[in-house]
């Protein structure tokens, strides 16, 4: 299944052309829908997740840990939801016009080991995981990725503007017009210095909704728009950065979310260690693996809520 939309750019990293900077940030946000072992999206569950090169140019799907388990590591990782065997990401094909096309990716080995990295520190209690991309999807896919090595380009601080991209309830890809991530504004809610909870995250005060957990966090300023650069001086924009990774609110009626930090994003693509646990199911061997990368958008379930 691919969607055609308008021209994009290619070019990663900070940007200082508008065009790069106006749409790099809404076209590196991608869709997700996690698989059972049946290959079924379980009803209301989709993501966000965002590609990140660590300092060898390697690729790495970023989303939350609770997306590719569905469990809550908070509560003693007990499920949330559903056994996940894969994940179904929409992706960027390459090409002068912006097409996706549905990548399949199996998340245990065949052991039931799973696949994707987590923090080399605190393990799971970090709710953000890295799966690693293969070489050749790299070379058959335009993956506009994020870097996380090197310093931050804005000095954060409490009430700094920061925006979450993603698809939140009601936009996925498989409606022509909404084939990009939904920019949603928020502001830091926590000093960042401080880690949240003794874990490097802080807190965003946005009214982030279900299917933005995996989010990409972007600091962003218009060429209008004076910004504190990370070394003190006063400077006007275009430019972008990343600040980490979004992952839900810290209760259902708050407006009040977890930002794992760039800082643990890094942490995870450099030194991260593939856990022993949970055990991921694999897909049935009666699942049709080629049906599951040309998926037709179920009426039923399209737009439904997400995690």
């Given at each position: 299944?691919?969607?055609?939309?308008?021209?994009?750019?290619?070019?990663?990293?900070?940007?200082?052309?508008?065009?790069?900077?106006?749409?790099?940030?809404?076209?590196?946000?991608?869709?997700?829908?996690?698989?059972?072992?049946?290959?079924?999206?379980?009803?209301?569950?989709?993501?966000?997740?965002?590609?990140?090169?660590?300092?060898?140019?390697?690729?790495?799907?970023?989303?939350?840990?609770?997306?590719?388990?569905?469990?809550?590591?908070?509560?003693?990782?007990?499920?949330?939801?559903?056994?996940?065997?894969?994940?179904?990401?929409?992706?960027?094909?390459?090409?002068?016009?912006?097409?996706?096309?549905?990548?399949?990716?199996?998340?245990?080995?065949?052991?039931?080991?799973?696949?994707?990295?987590?923090?080399?520190?605190?393990?799971?209690?970090?709710?953000?995981?890295?799966?690693?991309?293969?070489?050749?999807?790299?070379?058959?896919?335009?993956?506009?990725?994020?870097?996380?090595?090197?310093?931050?380009?804005?000095?954060?601080?409490?009430?700094?503007?920061?925006?979450?991209?993603?698809?939140?309830?009601?936009?996925?890809?498989?409606?022509?017009?909404?084939?990009?991530?939904?920019?949603?504004?928020?502001?830091?809610?926590?000093?960042?210095?401080?880690?949240?909870?003794?874990?490097?995250s802080t807190l965003i005060d946005?009214?982030?909704?279900?299917?933005?957990?995996?989010?990409?966090?972007?600091?962003?300023?218009?060429?209008?728009?004076?910004?504190?650069?990370?070394?003190?001086?006063?400077?006007?924009?275009?430019?972008?950065?990343?600040?980490?990774?979004?992952?839900?609110?810290?209760?259902?009626?708050?407006?009040?979310?977890?930002?794992?930090?760039?800082?643990?994003?890094?942490?995870?693509?450099?030194?991260?260690?593939?856990?022993?646990?949970?055990?991921?199911?694999?897909?049935?061997?009666?699942?049709?693996?080629?049906?599951?990368?040309?998926?037709?958008?179920?009426?039923?379930?399209?737009?439904?809520?997400n995690v």
């Amino acid at each position: 299944m691919t969607t055609d939309a308008s021209h994009r750019g290619l070019d990663d990293g900070l940007s200082s052309g508008s065009r790069r900077v106006l749409e790099v940030p809404a076209l590196a946000s991608l869709y997700v829908q996690p698989l059972t072992p049946m290959g079924t999206v379980e009803r209301g569950r989709a993501a966000t997740a965002f590609v990140v090169r660590n300092r060898a140019g390697e690729p790495f799907l970023i989303t939350n840990r609770h997306v590719v388990t569905g469990r809550n590591s908070k509560n003693g990782d007990q499920p949330s939801g559903a056994n996940i065997s894969a994940l179904r990401v929409l992706v960027q094909m390459a090409g002068p016009a912006l097409r996706w096309t549905a990548l399949v990716l199996e998340l245990g080995d065949e052991d039931g080991r799973p696949e994707w990295l987590e923090h080399p520190e605190h393990g799971g209690k970090v709710d953000v995981v890295a799966y690693p991309l293969r070489s050749e999807l790299e070379e058959a896919l335009d993956l506009i990725a994020y870097s996380v090595a090197g310093p931050a380009c804005a000095r954060l601080d409490l009430t700094t503007e920061l925006f979450v991209i993603g698809y939140p309830l009601g936009f996925d890809p498989f409606r022509a017009s909404a084939s990009i991530g939904v920019w949603t504004r928020g502001t830091v809610a926590w000093p960042p210095g401080i880690d949240w909870e003794d874990l490097p995250s802080t807190l965003i005060d946005c009214r982030a909704r279900p299917g933005q957990s995996g989010s990409p966090v972007v600091f962003y300023a218009d060429a209008h728009t004076t910004y504190l650069a990370a070394d003190g001086e006063r400077r006007t924009g275009p430019v972008w950065d990343l600040v980490g990774a979004y992952s839900g609110r810290i209760t259902e009626g708050s407006d009040v979310g977890i930002v794992w930090k760039r800082s643990a994003i890094d942490a995870i693509v450099e030194r991260g260690c593939r856990p022993l646990r949970p055990t991921v199911s694999p897909l049935d061997e009666s699942v049709d693996r080629q049906a599951l990368a040309d998926p037709e958008p179920d009426p039923k379930t399209s737009g439904g809520t997400n995690v």
